[in-house]
Nanobody, 124 residues
Framework: QVQLVESGGGLVQAGDSLRLSCAAS????????MAWFRQAPGKEREFVAY????????VYADSLKGRFTISRDNAKNTVYLQMNSLKPEDTAVYSC?????????????????WGQGTQVTVSS
């Protein structure tokens, strides 16, 4: 079992950058594939990015390629989401999910463990 805690959200202006962190408990973090999702008010949860156990395989939502970067530090039990050139439409609650199987999937239902989320608000 793993517990996830996100941090790093906040209120920024369009064009700014933020780095989100997702800290995991437990000693088996390196055996969990991780992903970031986001959910804006009134919308469904949306896939943002995926990273494999070792970090060697990453996948991004097409609309976010080039602006967002997912990474992980298994020694620190943490996965990151670097977000650059933020836009007002990036405003959402960002959550990280974890699953044991080491293959890409973008369906939220495939991720067993979730953090509580961190709010990102981008003003124009």
């Amino acid at each position: 079992q793993v517990q996830l805690v996100e941090s790093g959200g906040g209120l920024v202006q369009a064009g700014d950058s933020l780095r989100l962190s997702c800290a995991a408990s437990g000693r088996t973090f390196s055996t969990y594939a991780m992903a970031w999702f986001r959910q804006a008010p009134g919308k469904e949860r949306e896939f943002v990015a995926y990273i494999s156990w070792s970090g060697g395989h990453t996948v991004y939502a097409d609309s976010l390629k080039g602006r967002f970067t997912i990474s992980r530090d298994n020694a620190k039990n943490t996965v990151y989401l670097q977000m650059n050139s933020l836009k007002p439409e990036d405003t959402a609650v960002y959550s990280c999910g974890a699953k044991g199987a080491n293959f890409y999937t973008r369906a939220p239902s495939d991720y067993r463990y979730w953090g509580q989320g961190t709010q990102v608000t981008v003003s124009s």
